[in-house]
């Protein structure tokens, strides 16, 4: 069964609105500032069946509350739909909290790009995942977003889809 490209660009920016739906996080609250909306953002590309995260960025005040987390496994359920086989990304050498949270959900470290951010010279971690198709994968995914919902709460990832 093939989808139309137009019900699938629908669908996912249903997806979106609904994953940065501030009810969802403020329960029905307005933000501090109406211009301080948006408290998450994720990006990644996709070449070669493989998905290259580039961004996962949470507003500070936010943070450790299951968002990141629940950016990623939006990302690897994305790629994975977008029939990705694995999963890259670089992360500053400091950031040793994301790079924790890379390598519990499969990421290993593959290489090390000296100089790579711009803004101060840090060195540049990068982590790939083993191929996202693999049925161990899948399962330790699985199991990963069942601890993501018993600890946050409804996971938006299972509203949404």
Not at 89 to 111: M, P
């Amino acid at each position: 069964m093939e989808a139309s490209p137009g019900k699938d660009l629908s669908g996912l920016a249903s997806w979106v609105r609904r994953l940065f739906d501030h009810n969802h996080f403020f329960n029905n609250k307005l933000p501090p500032s109406v211009r301080e909306y948006v408290i998450g953002f994720a990006g990644f590309w996709i070449m070669a069946e493989e998905a290259h995260i580039t961004n996962i960025a949470v507003r500070e005040q936010y943070r450790y509350q299951g968002i990141g987390e629940l950016l990623l496994i939006s990302m690897i359920d994305l790629a994975s739909e977008l029939n990705a086989h694995s999963i890259t990304l670089e992360v500053r050498a400091s950031n040793t909290a994301a790079q924790s949270l890379y390598h519990k959900y499969g990421f290993a470290q593959t290489g090390l790009r000296r100089g790579y951010y711009p803004d101060n010279r840090e060195d540049g971690v990068l982590m790939s995942t083993e191929s996202i198709t693999l049925a161990s994968f899948q399962a330790r995914l699985q199991q990963l977003k069942q601890a993501h919902s018993r600890r946050w709460g409804i996971a938006l990832y299972e509203l949404v889809r």
